[in-house]
């Protein structure tokens, strides 16, 4: 949908009303809760978020309510500079991109974040299952820029921080259930304990806290067969329970232990467009289809012709020339219905035991924190709908590349000299070994383009030992930090068959890293508004891989068995140098230079490849955080850059007909870009928001693609940056209808915008089939990403006095213009077709919260 230049010209006022408003606020004012200071512990201690030379996005609990966000993924046009996409055919499992830096396909364990996850303080080590629900959070913390420092590896964009509520010590419960439409159904009750014991006595004072939450709907999507469920529904389960145990006054224990479980339809990935058959996109997939389909007619009209020429193989050609025609008229954009031969599913469960001790002394303080986390995941379904069942004759829309095929074997392009063809009658095949066995594949496989069955393991540990506090003129913090952890992976994906065969995917990934790192903040006096940070971290890691691929067959003969294991140590050193100058509590003016660092590591989807070199960035960033007109306008400013070296690129390649993902090391990208966001107070009743980012530059270097032909690609000018807009804005009212006898109404609206983006336009636009054995590589175009437009509100009345408790009544909304954005988009390839897949439609709820 496109942003017209009336909803334009709505926009700038709102954001010039946010930045000017505060110079017409009465004196007598009364904050609002979003304009509270929000305190943070991003630097591993608690500071107000406007005190610290970071670029930061805080959000408190009840933020979070109205913006209705309860993972990552809701995260995804809530903040400057972020976005990213949930991994096709992989539900809950988030790829986040911050300021034009991300990391690649999310569902490929062989991939490392480039934007850390954290779970009150625990590192999240892969992104399948990052984006499940996290029951109870207080707040979250998006820190934008390298965080080698004090977060370590695998934060070369930023990082984000979910930050769990504590238990209370005192009994009081809250119930929320919620109905919607699509069937949509939720329920959440937070339970806290009275304490049990006193502080210093015994074993202590005991306080618990345990919440469970679900989350259901419908499917969005009917699937043509009635018979079939549909897709993109939604069954989710999260589970928390949190114990605080305060030993003395200077010891506390903290126990928390997190299960969350989704169990769901994936979303319809539709046909939107084919590549051509050549490098220079003259020769037409569908014209090639229906020249072929002429040829097939005349060959089958031969009394001596292979019968399944005309009793099968032209019925098939004309179905999937109906099925492909009929795709690409339907064009872009969400529709109701769809189809696929396999219905997509994921079901994912995920767990963690976190286990804090703490030593408070007077100058500082000591804290353990040791994590334990579990991801299981199955994957399963089409990733395309083309509709490839086979009828009782065994007739159906087989894949292109299947039909490519029987007209090289037919048509006598293919083993006319290794005896296959019948006598007498050149270029017309009788029934063969050869053409037999492609036919029985065919009715026991099925000629479908891509179904996938995959199954994924992870484990990690993880510990670490911190020290912060202040001495004098100096605030510090220094810390080990240990992590292992094993990846299991088995694939059963078939591409394009059953001409790639049924054979699997089986390897494991393991990784031991540790890390020493310390950061000190020195002033020259106590009432000096100068500031001056260092932090240095030192880590190294082992990685390894064990795979095995047994044999298969496939139409054309055996495939052989790939069995092997490798290794490789890798070690960096980041840094960080800021420098504030602070005259007051209102102003804070702060440069900053920091490094990155992303493991190296091997992809396991393709055996037997090189290792992959760990990915660095530099980055320099100077901002402003102020306070301004009393408190009742806040605006905060970023201007950063970044060198972007050794990236691992996303791979797909399709070369053996197949499709597999994975990273290489190419290139070099210098950007630079801003972020703005201002919240302002007009009144007492009404807060107003706006924010905006900016980002600019694609590439500097980018590694040529040549054929054996001798013919290259210029991949600096061919690779465009992907998932990341150059122009993201929002704008947010906050504000009071009316306040009554019982309690108060209250609304909440918010409209995010983002350019549109050039999708999976990296190296596997230019390798998609050229991948070196190739004589003339070609350039996939990328699939442009439209424009959206979010409007999201939710009117509630709260505090209505019912018994001992308040009850609030909240109706709220998402998407509420039903625009049809484009979340992602995948070009398989070689295997001929792109997707794209789209942004939830409208919906709406009522929701109802007793607390007590």
Same mark, same amino acid.
């Given at each position: 949908m496109s942003l017209n230049k009336q909803t334009k010209r709505s926009v700038l006022a709102l954001s010039v009303a946010a930045a000017v408003g505060g110079f017409s606020v009465p004196s007598a004012f009364s904050q609002s809760v979003l304009m509270e200071e929000v305190i943070v512990t991003a630097q591993k201690r608690e500071e107000s978020n406007q005190n610290i030379p970071i670029s930061i996005t805080a959000m408190s609990a009840e933020m979070m309510e109205k913006r209705g966000i309860q993972n990552t993924q809701d995260l995804l046009l809530q903040t400057p500079g972020m976005g990213g996409f949930e991994s096709p055919g992989s539900k809950g499992t988030t790829a986040i991109n911050m300021r034009g830096v991300g990391a690649g396909q999310p569902a490929n364990l062989s991939v490392d974040p480039a934007i850390g996850i954290y779970v009150d303080g625990v590192f999240i080590g892969k992104q399948v299952g990052s984006a499940l629900d996290v029951a109870e959070v207080e707040r979250i913390e998006v820190l934008r820029g390298p965080q080698g420092t004090l977060y370590g590896r695998n934060t070369v964009g930023g990082a984000v921080n979910f930050i769990s509520k504590k238990p209370t010590g005192e009994f009081d419960m809250k119930i929320q259930a919620g109905v919607g439409n699509y069937g949509a159904k939720k329920f959440r009750v937070v339970t806290n304990l009275p304490a049990v014991g006193e502080v210093g006595s015994g074993l202590g004072q005991l306080s618990t806290n345990f919440v469970y939450q679900t989350r259901e709907r419908d499917p969005f999507y009917d699937d043509v067969d009635p018979s079939k469920p549909g897709y993109n529904d939604q069954d989710r389960q999260a589970y928390r329970f949190a114990a605080n145990l305060d030993v003395s006054e200077r010891f506390s224990i903290d126990y928390i232990y997190d299960k969350s479980e989704l169990d769901e339809l994936n979303n319809l990935e539709r046909i939107v467009g084919v590549n051509p058959l050549d490098p220079a996109g003259n020769v037409p997939l569908i014209g090639t289809l229906q020249g072929l389909l002429q040829g097939a007619q005349f060959w089958g009209s031969n009394p001596a012709a292979d019968p399944l020429i005309a009793s099968r193989w032209v019925p098939s050609l004309q179905k999937t020339i109906a099925e492909y025609q009929a795709r690409l008229a339907e064009g872009s954009g969400r529709k109701s219905k769809g189809a696929s031969d396999s219905t997509p599913v994921t079901v994912t469960e995920a767990d963690g035991h976190n286990l804090s001790l703490t030593w408070d002394f007077d100058d500082f303080q000591v804290k353990s924190i040791t994590a334990q986390r579990e991801i299981e995941s199955y994957v399963g379904g089409d990733l395309e709908d083309l509709d490839s069942r086979l009828d009782a004759n065994g007739i159906g829309a087989y894949g292109d590349l299947v039909h490519l095929t029987l007209g090289q074997i037919y048509g006598g392009t293919v083993a006319a000299t290794a005896g296959l063809f019948g006598p007498g009658t050149p270029g017309v095949a009788f029934a063969s070994p050869f053409t037999a066995a492609l036919w029985n594949a065919i009715d026991t496989q099925g000629a479908n383009q891509s179904y996938q069955d995959t199954y994924s393991d992870y484990e990690q540990f993880s510990q670490e030992l911190q020290v912060v506090g202040s001495k004098d003129l100096v605030e510090y913090a220094f810390g080990i930090y240990y992590f292992e952890d094993e990846s299991n992976y088995d694939r059963y994906a078939i591409f394009a068959a059953p001409?790639?065969?049924?054979?699997s995917q089986k390897y494991r990934l393991e990784t031991e890293a540790v890390a020493v790192y310390g950061q000190m903040t020195f002033r020259p006096s106590e009432d000096s508004p100068f500031a001056a940070?260092?932090?240095?971290?030192?880590?190294?890691?082992?990685k390894s891989i064990a795979y095995n691929y047994p044999a298969y067959n496939t139409p054309f003969g055996p495939a052989p068995a790939l069995v092997g294991d490798d290794a490789e140590s890798f070690?960096?050193?980041?840094?960080?140098?800021?420098?504030?100058?602070?005259?007051?509590?209102?102003?804070?003016?702060y440069g900053r230079y920091a490094t990155g660092y992303r493991s190296g590591g091997f992809n396991g989807e393709q055996a037997g490849s090189d290792a992959f070199q760990e990915e660095k960035v530099n980055s320099w960033e100077l901002g402003a955080k102020s306070s301004l007109m009393d408190g009742r306008l806040r605006a905060n400013f970023a201007l950063w850059g970044y060198v972007w070296e050794d990236i691992q690129v996303a791979v797909s390649d399709t070369s053996s007909g197949s499709i597999t993902s994975g990273l290489v090391n190419a290139g070099e990208a210098d950007r630079w870009?801003?972020?703005?966001?201002?919240?302002?107070a007009l009144s007492d009743n009404l807060v107003l928001g706006f924010n905006y980012s900016y980002i600019n530059g694609d590439f500097e270097e980018f590694p040529d693609v040549c054929g054996f032909s001798g013919i290259c690609i210029d991949g600096t000018s061919a690779a465009t940056r992907g998932t990341s807009p150059s122009n993201q804005y929002s704008v947010f009212a906050d504000f009071t209808v009316a306040r009554l006898s019982n309690g108060e109404i209250t609304g909440f609206v918010n409209a995010s915008y983002s350019d549109e983006i050039a999708e999976n336009a990296l190296w596997s636009q230019i390798l998609n089939d050229a991948d070196g054995r190739a004589a003339f590589p070609r350039v996939n175009p990328p699939q442009i990403l439209d424009q959206k437009t979010l409007v999201n509100a939710q009117l509630a009345w709260q505090d209505i006095q019912v018994g001992d408790g308040t009850l609030t009544v909240t109706l709220w909304g998402r998407n509420l213009l039903d625009d049809d954005y484009p &979340?992602?988009?995948?070009?398989?390839? =070689?295997? &001929?077709?792109?997707?794209?897949?789209? =942004?939830?439609?409208?919906?709406?709820?009522l929701d109802f919260t007793y607390e007590f």
């Amino acid at each position: 949908m496109s942003l017209n230049k009336q909803t334009k010209r709505s926009v700038l006022a709102l954001s010039v009303a946010a930045a000017v408003g505060g110079f017409s606020v009465p004196s007598a004012f009364s904050q609002s809760v979003l304009m509270e200071e929000v305190i943070v512990t991003a630097q591993k201690r608690e500071e107000s978020n406007q005190n610290i030379p970071i670029s930061i996005t805080a959000m408190s609990a009840e933020m979070m309510e109205k913006r209705g966000i309860q993972n990552t993924q809701d995260l995804l046009l809530q903040t400057p500079g972020m976005g990213g996409f949930e991994s096709p055919g992989s539900k809950g499992t988030t790829a986040i991109n911050m300021r034009g830096v991300g990391a690649g396909q999310p569902a490929n364990l062989s991939v490392d974040p480039a934007i850390g996850i954290y779970v009150d303080g625990v590192f999240i080590g892969k992104q399948v299952g990052s984006a499940l629900d996290v029951a109870e959070v207080e707040r979250i913390e998006v820190l934008r820029g390298p965080q080698g420092t004090l977060y370590g590896r695998n934060t070369v964009g930023g990082a984000v921080n979910f930050i769990s509520k504590k238990p209370t010590g005192e009994f009081d419960m809250k119930i929320q259930a919620g109905v919607g439409n699509y069937g949509a159904k939720k329920f959440r009750v937070v339970t806290n304990l009275p304490a049990v014991g006193e502080v210093g006595s015994g074993l202590g004072q005991l306080s618990t806290n345990f919440v469970y939450q679900t989350r259901e709907r419908d499917p969005f999507y009917d699937d043509v067969d009635p018979s079939k469920p549909g897709y993109n529904d939604q069954d989710r389960q999260a589970y928390r329970f949190a114990a605080n145990l305060d030993v003395s006054e200077r010891f506390s224990i903290d126990y928390i232990y997190d299960k969350s479980e989704l169990d769901e339809l994936n979303n319809l990935e539709r046909i939107v467009g084919v590549n051509p058959l050549d490098p220079a996109g003259n020769v037409p997939l569908i014209g090639t289809l229906q020249g072929l389909l002429q040829g097939a007619q005349f060959w089958g009209s031969n009394p001596a012709a292979d019968p399944l020429i005309a009793s099968r193989w032209v019925p098939s050609l004309q179905k999937t020339i109906a099925e492909y025609q009929a795709r690409l008229a339907e064009g872009s954009g969400r529709k109701s219905k769809g189809a696929s031969d396999s219905t997509p599913v994921t079901v994912t469960e995920a767990d963690g035991h976190n286990l804090s001790l703490t030593w408070d002394f007077d100058d500082f303080q000591v804290k353990s924190i040791t994590a334990q986390r579990e991801i299981e995941s199955y994957v399963g379904g089409d990733l395309e709908d083309l509709d490839s069942r086979l009828d009782a004759n065994g007739i159906g829309a087989y894949g292109d590349l299947v039909h490519l095929t029987l007209g090289q074997i037919y048509g006598g392009t293919v083993a006319a000299t290794a005896g296959l063809f019948g006598p007498g009658t050149p270029g017309v095949a009788f029934a063969s070994p050869f053409t037999a066995a492609l036919w029985n594949a065919i009715d026991t496989q099925g000629a479908n383009q891509s179904y996938q069955d995959t199954y994924s393991d992870y484990e990690q540990f993880s510990q670490e030992l911190q020290v912060v506090g202040s001495k004098d003129l100096v605030e510090y913090a220094f810390g080990i930090y240990y992590f292992e952890d094993e990846s299991n992976y088995d694939r059963y994906a078939i591409f394009a068959a059953p001409l790639t065969g049924n054979g699997s995917q089986k390897y494991r990934l393991e990784t031991e890293a540790v890390a020493v790192y310390g950061q000190m903040t020195f002033r020259p006096s106590e009432d000096s508004p100068f500031a001056a940070t260092f932090g240095i971290r030192y880590t190294e890691e082992d990685k390894s891989i064990a795979y095995n691929y047994p044999a298969y067959n496939t139409p054309f003969g055996p495939a052989p068995a790939l069995v092997g294991d490798d290794a490789e140590s890798f070690d960096d050193i980041s840094y960080t140098l800021a420098l504030s100058y602070q005259p007051s509590d209102d102003l804070n003016v702060y440069g900053r230079y920091a490094t990155g660092y992303r493991s190296g590591g091997f992809n396991g989807e393709q055996a037997g490849s090189d290792a992959f070199q760990e990915e660095k960035v530099n980055s320099w960033e100077l901002g402003a955080k102020s306070s301004l007109m009393d408190g009742r306008l806040r605006a905060n400013f970023a201007l950063w850059g970044y060198v972007w070296e050794d990236i691992q690129v996303a791979v797909s390649d399709t070369s053996s007909g197949s499709i597999t993902s994975g990273l290489v090391n190419a290139g070099e990208a210098d950007r630079w870009g801003s972020e703005i966001e201002l919240m302002g107070a007009l009144s007492d009743n009404l807060v107003l928001g706006f924010n905006y980012s900016y980002i600019n530059g694609d590439f500097e270097e980018f590694p040529d693609v040549c054929g054996f032909s001798g013919i290259c690609i210029d991949g600096t000018s061919a690779a465009t940056r992907g998932t990341s807009p150059s122009n993201q804005y929002s704008v947010f009212a906050d504000f009071t209808v009316a306040r009554l006898s019982n309690g108060e109404i209250t609304g909440f609206v918010n409209a995010s915008y983002s350019d549109e983006i050039a999708e999976n336009a990296l190296w596997s636009q230019i390798l998609n089939d050229a991948d070196g054995r190739a004589a003339f590589p070609r350039v996939n175009p990328p699939q442009i990403l439209d424009q959206k437009t979010l409007v999201n509100a939710q009117l509630a009345w709260q505090d209505i006095q019912v018994g001992d408790g308040t009850l609030t009544v909240t109706l709220w909304g998402r998407n509420l213009l039903d625009d049809d954005y484009p &979340n992602y988009s995948i070009n398989f390839g =070689g295997l &001929n077709f792109i997707t794209e897949s789209y =942004g939830d439609p409208k919906t709406y709820g009522l929701d109802f919260t007793y607390e007590f």
